[in-house]
C-alpha cells in the first residue's frame, strides 16, 4: 500500500474522543443503552423525532441556546434557540392540522436552505406526517414524479418555484391539497397560502401525539447515480441512529458547532443537516448559499466551526484551487471534519492533513441505511482509502450469492465481495414507495444487499471497490472504477476522473477513463501519453486505462456523485435513462 496509515496522537485532542477504544466500544453496545440515552415521549408516548430535536431541548437548559444558525446567501443571518425552534415547529404543526394533514400524510418541501424548510421538517414530524423533501434545482417534471409517487398532501415551497414549476403539474397532482408559499405575504389564489400568516395567526402550542417507533418519518428519494431514484421510507426510531452515530462517527460533543454541507433535499442534509446535531443539542449551521471555496473557509473560520461534514467531491473542488487555506484564514477551531457520499480518494486524505492540517474521515452509508453504517473514528488510525469500521450495533460482511439465492459469507481478507447489512438496525428504510418487489430483491438469506462491492482488511476495515453496475470486466480481472480514478488522481494535472468499462470484442471491456484536468494544464496529446503511462506504472497494465478522453467535467448528481451511466450510455450512443437528478453544470 502505496498511503501509509495515519496516526493519531492523543495529545494533539483538544477533546477525548466519544469513542476511546473501538473494540470494546463495539463488543459493549446494545440499542437499549441509546434508547436511555435519549427522551421518549412523555408517559410511554413512544419516540418521535422532533421531540429528541427540538422539544426536549427547549423544556430543559438548552432553552436558550443557539440551535440555528441560518447564513442568506446575501449576507443575512438569521439565528434561532431552541426555544424560538420549539414555538416555530409548533405553529407549522398547526397550520398542518387545520389542513386536516394527519399521521402519515406527506408533506412535501420543495426549496432551496430557507429557515421555512427546517421548520416545516420538524413541524411535519411533530404532527407525525411525512417530511418529503424535493431538491430546490428539480424541474417540474423529476418534480411531478416525486409528488405523486409520493402522494404529497401539501407543499411547502417559494413563489418563484410555484409559479415556475407547480402551476402547470397541479392538475396531474389529485392528491395535493394545498400550497404554502414561504416568501407571501397574503394568499395568491386558492388552496395557494401565505405561508407567514398562517403561521402567525396559528398556535405556538403543540402536543406531539404518541408516535410509535414504526411510524414513518421521512420519504427520501435516492440520487439517481445508477438509475431511476427510489422512495425510501423512513422511521421515527431511525432517530437511535442518527443520535449514536453522530456521537461515535461525528464525534459531536455539547460545545460543537456543527456544519453540514449536504442539502436537506438529499438524505445527507437532513439526517445530519437538521436532525442528528439537533439531537445532540449542539449549534447548527446552514449556509444558503453554493459551493465557492472563499466563502467555505469563511464560514468555517468566523462561525468557529468545529465539526464539519462534507463530501469528496466538494473537497475535490477545494484541492483543484491551489490555495493555501492556511495562510489566509483562522481555522483552529476545526477539529473534526468527515466525508460521505463518494469514494473518498487517498490523494483527498493526504491533501487534506498537508494543506488544511485536518484529518477527513471518511464514511459510508446510503439512502436506504438513514444513517452512518461504516465510519472512520475521532480516535483510531486511519488508512487512506478505507471506509473504516461498522458502527456499534451495525453488522456488516463480504458475501458472494449464486443465482439460487445462496449466500457465502467471506472470511478471508481483502477478497472483494458484495457489501450487505444484517438487517435490524433502526433506521433501516422500511420500503421503498410503490415498489415492494424491488425492496424485496435487496434482502437475501437474512442479508440486506447494498449494490456496492467491498472487501474488508485482516484488520476489519472496509474498502469500497465500486458499485456493482459500474464494475469492469476486462481480461478476465474485475476492476473497480474507484481505484483507478483514484490513481489518475494522484497525477498533479488531474482534478477529476470517472471510468468506465467500453466494451471490446477481444477482452470484455477496456477500461476508459474521462479526465477534467486542472486549469494551467494542457490537454494535449504529450499529457493524455504521459498519464497513460502513469496508469500503467501505478496500476499495471491489466488495470491501467488504455483510452483517455479529456473533458471539461464529468457528469454528476445534483448530490455531488460522479454518474459512470451517463458517461458510459454517452460512450455508447445509447439512450441516458432518468436524466432528472444530473447537476447541468461543472
Ligand atoms: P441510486 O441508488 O439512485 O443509484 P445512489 O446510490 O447514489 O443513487 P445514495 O443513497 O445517495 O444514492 O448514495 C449511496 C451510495 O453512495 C452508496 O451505495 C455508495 O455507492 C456511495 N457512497 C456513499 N458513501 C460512500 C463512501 N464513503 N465510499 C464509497 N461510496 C460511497
Ligand atoms: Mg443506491
Redesign the pocket.
Known sequence: MEFQPIKKDPKSWSVQPNLLDYEQTYAAFSWDQIHHELDGLPNGGGINIAHEAVDRHANGPLRDKLALRWLGKDGEVMDFTYGDLKEQTSRFANVLRSFGVQKGDRVAVLAGRIPELYVAALGALKNVSVFCPLFSAFGPEPIYQRLMRGEAKVLVTTKLQYKKKIVEIWERLPALKAVLIADIDEDLTENVYSLPKLMAKASPEFTIPPTDPEDMSCLHF??????M??GAIHVHQAVYVHYMTAKYALDLHPDDIFWCTADPG??TGTSYGVIAPLVHGVTNIVDEAEFDADRWYTILQDQKVTVWYTAPTAIRRLMRLDIKPLEVYDLSHLRFSAS?????NPEAVVWGKAVLNLIIH???????TGGIMISNYSSADIRPGS?GRPLPGITPAILHRDENGNVEIETRPSVEGELALKPGWPSMFRGYINDLERYKKCFVGGWYF???LAERDEDGYYW?IG?ADDIIKTAGHMVGPFEVESALLEHPSVAEAGVIGKPDPVIGELVKAFVAIKPGYDPCEELRTELLGWGRKKLGSAVAPKEIEFVEYLPK?R?G?IMRRLLKSRELGLPEGDTSTLETTG
Not at 471518511?362 to 436506504?368: G, I, L, P, S, V
Open positions: 435516492t440520487s439517481g447515480t445508477t438509475g431514484p427510489k438529499w438524505v460521505v457520499g463518494e469514494p473518498l471518511d464514511n459510508w452509508w446510503q439512502t436506504e471506509m447494498t449494490g456496492d469500497f458499485r448528481t448530490s456523485k
